[in-house]
């Protein structure tokens, strides 16, 4: 999510200071974002980022009508169409905005299968206990598809600078989630 202005001027901030700046300059100047929680606008600004940077605009409103997290969203943060596929796909967000607390693989095993049951749910409408946003923006999303679309599945997290912590970390996630399948 870095700019190339950013860089080209000679900043070295790190990615997490960029990121908490991008979110304040967002807030201040986009009146729909004023009152909206960091992680929100951290998923808005990855949208943009990695779905609408090529040429398909990103209206803000639009955008905060994509998110759906809350009180039983079955793990899904957000849901829209990819503009820029051929087959309209459907975009499944699950988006992890905080600084201190690592991720780890068992926790992203953990959400995308807690996405997959909900997906399920809402299939076999069985959605009682699911929050009514997902479940209408799952529905019109899949609706919008075209018949080659597919559903597509993404997480969305700041990654730390790598460390010999966080690659330590990383690999004692990795060993404990291949024990766990093997």
Not at 60 to 73: E, I, K, R, S
Not at 112 to 125: G, R, S
Not at 132 to 157: P, T, W
Request: with cysteine; aromatic share 10%.
């Amino acid at each position: 999510i870095l700019s190339k202005r950013y860089w080209k001027a000679g900043f070295k901030m790190n990615e997490q200071n960029y990121i908490k700046e991008r979110i304040a300059t967002l807030k201040s100047e986009i009146s729909a974002y004023r009152a909206m929680q960091d992680y929100h606008i951290f998923t808005i600004m990855c949208l943009k980022y990695f779905f609408f940077s090529d040429g398909a605009t990103l209206d803000p409103d639009l955008a905060v009508d994509f998110l759906t997290d809350g009180a039983n969203d079955g793990g899904i943060d957000a849901i829209f169409n990819d503009p820029n596929s051929e087959g309209n796909d459907m975009i499944i967000v699950q988006s992890k905005y905080y600084e201190s607390t690592p991720l780890t693989g068992q926790d992203i095993v953990g959400e995308l299968y807690k996405i997959t049951e909900t997906i399920k749910l809402i299939d076999n409408f069985k959605v009682s206990n699911l929050n009514a946003k997902v479940v209408s923006a799952y529905r019109n999303a899949k609706s919008q598809m075209e018949d080659s679309g597919v559903i597509r599945i993404v997480f969305l997290h700041p990654t730390l600078p790598k460390t010999n912590v966080n690659v330590q970390n990383s690999k004692k996630a990795t060993l404990k989630s291949s024990k766990h399948t093997s």
